[in-house]
């Protein structure tokens, strides 16, 4: 782990030794050490925006995954179910969000819901999709002991196709952490002023560069810190796999 | 009692039919060992997928203690239930300790209460894995996998066991322990079997009738009644015992020659 931090450590440095030496203007860009200093001399004002931004992703992703990985059941049994949803699916799962931000802004204005639902819709299908080929994936016999035994189609999803299929839906999964991320700092850069995203474009416009990175530096260790804990999970989960 | 009457299976594939199971007639009575022997892809699995309904015969009916099932009536969830069933790959959940593999059946089929997770856990000295029952499968020899995976199928006391080729891919010393100790299992529940195998010698020892299968298309060709003495029952090695192997080769010989004439 700590061997991880080598490289990008001395990119830092380097970056300082080059802003220092080049003699670069702040609003230009500013060195690490601002930005690390903007980071803890702002932080009870950034303190908000960081729960908006980090709240907002943690939930529109746990919907993200209850709903993909329930919509890729129902479509798993019910073939009709599956008719009718996955055109949808698959066209969300190819339009950027951001496309439909200012329309959701506009029924639902700049609060966090809009943010919400655009969060969950660029996040879930890429769940649904991976976790629908996981399931199709499954060995045979190992369906085929529950078939055998009558299971009902709640206990063979339990027993048999969501344990075998972990691996395969966190694929989506992982996929989903980034994308929900970028769906909410899009969203955020949209419209409103709540969030690290809509911060960032405060503190540019006012050429307030050390806390702009401030705001990018905040996103960018989460969704590493998120990413890398989602990693572990699927590891620990998989551990007897 | 298990019935087959006329079952016959065409499969379709890309666009071509085929014919895997024709006309096939079979028996097994309560408490009968029924094992039934054939070449790699006479439907031998086909078979016992038909019995316990995962798949739907092309004609013909199955009957099985009293109930009638065929392509348009499904079976009762109730007569399904009553068969366990091992397959030719262990099959264990490997999320799953030993233990609690042994006791899904009990699970799905929501029989509670300690009389049952008793019984698992009979079953689990019976086949010998009491020191891995809280292992995770992976753990576990071939030999010892296959013996979990036959306990399994046992744990809800079913009256009907399914077996296909459950020892096929283990070595001949521990087939023979495997089969011996079934035996002594079998013996103490009464179950009905029917119990697949490609080997011969397999087939001898176990079967109190031993169905003889052919390909193209898949079927019955004889069917032969072994009754070893009660000392022979135990092992390969006896006179009779030899004579039975030599029958059934020479049946299997037979339906080869006239493939070929
Ligand atoms: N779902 C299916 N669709 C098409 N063909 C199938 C299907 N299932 C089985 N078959 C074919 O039917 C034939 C019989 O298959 P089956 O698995 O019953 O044979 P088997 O006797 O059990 O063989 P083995 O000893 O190799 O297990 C084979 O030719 C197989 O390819
Ligand atoms: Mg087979």
């Known amino acids: 782990m700590a061997e991880l931090l080598v490289i990008p450590g001395l990119a830092l440095a380097l970056w300082q030794i080059l802003v220092m030496a080049l003699d670069v203007p702040q609003w230009q860009l500013p060195g690490p050490w601002e930005i690390l200093t903007a980071m803890v001399e702002d932080f009870s004002s ?67 819901e809009a943010k919400l639902i655009a969060v969950v819709a660029q996040s879930f299908p890429v769940i649904n999709l991976n976790a629908l080929s996981a399931f199709s994936n499954v060995a045979g016999p190992r369906l085929e002991l529950l078939r055998a035994l009558r299971a009902s189609r709640f206990q063979t999803a339990i027993h048999c196709l969501l344990p075998s299929s972990i691996p395969g839906i966190f694929t989506g999964v992982k996929l ?40 990018v530096f905040y996103v960018a260790a989460f969704g590493a810190i998120f ?10 989960l998989t551990r007897d796999h | 009692m298990i019935e087959l009457d006329k079952i016959s299976k065409r499969f379709r594939a890309r666009r071509e039919e085929f014919l895997a199971l024709s006309d096939i007639r079979l028996r097994v009575d309560d408490g009968e060992l029924a094992c039934v022997v054939g070449p790699s892809g006479c439907g031998k699995s086909t078979i016992i997928r038909i019995i316990s309904d995962i798949i739907k015969p092309t004609s013909g009916r199955v009957k099985v ?6 392509n348009s009536a499904p079976a009762p969830r109730e007569t399904i239930r009553r068969m366990g069933f091992v397959f030719q790959i262990p099959n264990l959940y490997p999320w799953l300790t030993v233990r609690e593999n042994i006791r899904l059946p009990l699970v799905v089929l929501g029989l509670k209460g ?16 009491s020191d891995q029952a809280d292992l995770r499968p992976q753990s576990l020899s071939q030999g010892m996998s296959q013996r979990a995976g036959v ?34 299992i079998w013996r103490e529940t ?20 031993v169905y003889v299968m052919a390909t193209g298309p898949g079927r019955i060709v ?40």
């Open chain 1, 227 to 236: 990413y890398q804990s989602l990693g572990l999970i699927e590891r620990w």
């Open chain 2, 190 to 209: 009464g179950m009905s079997v029917v119990f697949i195998t490609h080997n011969i010698e397999e087939a001898v020892l176990l079967g109190q009738r």
């Open chain 1, 46 to 112: 950034l303190r908000a925006h960081l729960l908006t931004t980090y709240g907002n992703v943690l939930m529109g992703f746990l919907l993200a995954v209850a709903l993909g990985t329930g919509l890729a059941l129902a479509i798993y049994f019910s073939s009709l179910v599956g008719l009718t949803l996955t055109p949808f699916i698959n066209i969300m799962c190819v339009v950027p969000v951001i496309t439909v931000v200012p329309l959701l802004m506009l029924w639902l204005g700049f609060g966090r």
């Open chain 2, 65 to 70: 203690d009293g109930i009638t099932f065929d």
């Open chain 1, 176 to 215: 989903a952490a980034v994308l929900a991320l970028i769906a909410e700092v899009t969203g955020e850069i949209s419209g409103g002023d709540a969030g690290l995203g809509a911060q960032t474009i405060k503190y540019t416009q006012f050429l307030k560069m050390p806390q702009a990175f401030a705001c």
């Open chain 2, 114 to 129: 300690r009389s049952w997770l008793d019984y698992a856990d009979y079953l689990i000295g019976r086949a010998d894995l």
């Open chain 2, 222 to 261: 004889e069917s032969v009644r072994v009754e070893l003495g009660e000392r022979e029952a135990r092992t390969v090695e006896g006179h009779l015992f030899a004579e039975y192997v030599s029958r059934l080769n020479g049946i299997i010989g037979n339906v080869e020659l006239e493939k070929t004439v």
């Open chain 2, 151 to 184: 306990v399994r199928a046992m744990v809800h006391k079913p009256d009907i066991l399914l077996m296909d080729e459950p020892f096929g891919a283990l070595d001949e010393g521990t087939r023979e322990r495997m089969n011996l100790l079934f035996l002594d």
